[in-house]
């Protein structure tokens, strides 16, 4: 299994409390986001094209 983090914040996700989505410019990067990060709408960047989203 292989070891996810939070691309907003870093912290390590497990199980379901977390979504996991391919970037919706470049659609070549996975965009991890932890459930406290969506709550509180946190900015995330793709590493591939830089853009970035709430």
Do not use: H
């Not at 870093?10 to 977390?18: A, E, P, Q, Y």
């Amino acid at each position: 299994m292989e070891n996810l983090y939070c691309t907003s914040c870093g912290r390590g996700v497990t199980g379901d409390k977390f979504i996991r989505f391919l970037c919706p410019e470049c659609s070549k990067e996975d965009i991890i986001r932890c459930q406290v990060c969506r709550k509180n709408a946190k900015i995330y960047v793709c590493k591939k094209c830089g853009f970035t989203g709430p």
